[in-house]
């Protein structure tokens, strides 16, 4: 992954532009003049789960982006507006959490922060300022119900705050509607850039599109209370051009830490990249400058059968998300599935890897004794059909068994199994079936 620091300094926002990443924004010829100088930046994260998606690495990027252009990057943990919940993209109420749940997934998060930006300000890019963290609940945690409403909610009009989608379209759902719970998270989020303004000197916030709401009620505040200007600006929320919802897979959404989704399978994610999403994919989500991805494009269009491209996102947002051992780990299941060699992989890597293919239970004790012999080991696992079909694939060397090629002579014994509980058959080059034995 190559450095952007160039691309960056000589234009934050025109690279942001062409990389497809500005919806919305205070005025830009202000906002440019701005960012002419170093300034301090945020975006807010949701600690409704112990971990992110994909989706929320959009605004991760962004704010690397930043820092990488001089900017320092502020994360905000929702430590105390994740106690109320935010309505944006929910057609019913959320479950509140408690405080014990929502301090532990802000602290399960931190990682995944930890690996995108850089806090300790010693940078490959060289002078970028370090990052911070902030918990939310720091300051809206001694908030008084009369000091909210006397300082804070006398400057939001009722008529502006249910024209926003995301009270509107809960107000006229009559089934659910909205609590004023979820209807003053407004409020707190808006009073969060008021209180980083005044107390952190932060003067720019970012954010997904379906924020832009909040923001600009942030922006809004700062105006009433300090009297000052305050920008904003979001980025668009990522699509596929087949029209299908972007971080989703057979087996669910696609997770920023490996309890959820492994480094295997996110390299698989973004290995799989449709060619008509591979431009979009590669500004959005890597660091490569727009003559080095102009270059990889045109070598993709000439042989799209090397899948450069997919290639080359992979391990860049892999190793983002992380690092080079997990990119390793991922490339050495992804060789070992496509050569069968599988028997070196880790019993987690295996699960992982194997997954989603046809998988059997057996009795462990059918391989005492002798064992269990090839033919009755396909037949048992209804890798075929028949004896005969058995004993034709394995004269014709179309059989491995845990990654080794075997005939009719092979014995499966308990010694023979993958961490001593599992077998893996392969028919042919791509059918694979997965034996467990307890």
Known sequence: MTDPSDDLLNGLLDDLAWRGLVHDSTDLAQLRQHLAKPRRVYAGFDPSRDSLTIGNLVPILLLRRFQLAGHTPVVIMGGGTGLVGDPSGKDSERQLLTDEQVAANVDAQRPIFQNVLSFDGDDAAGASPPAELRNNLDWLGSLGFLQVLRDTGKHFSVNMMIQKDSIKNRLETRDQGISYTEFSYMILQAYDYLWLYQNAGVTVQLGGSDQWGNVVAGIDLVRRVERKEAHGLT???????????????ESGAVWLTAKY???????QFWLNTADTDLERYLKIFTFLSRGETEALLARHAENPGAREGQRTLAEAVTTLVHGERGLREARAASEALFSGNVSELAAETLSEVFANAPSSAHDRALLGGPGLGAVD??????VVKSKREAREFLDNGAISINGNRVDQSFVLTPGALLHDKMALIRRGRKNWHVTLWS
């Not at 980025?235 to 897979?249: A, I």
């Open 235 to 249: 980025v668009p929320l990522v699509t596929k051009s087949d029209g299908g919802k972007f971080g989703k897979t």
């Open 261 to 267: 989704t492994s480094a295997y399978a996110f390299y």
């Open 377 to 382: 080991l396909l037949l048992l696992a209804e």
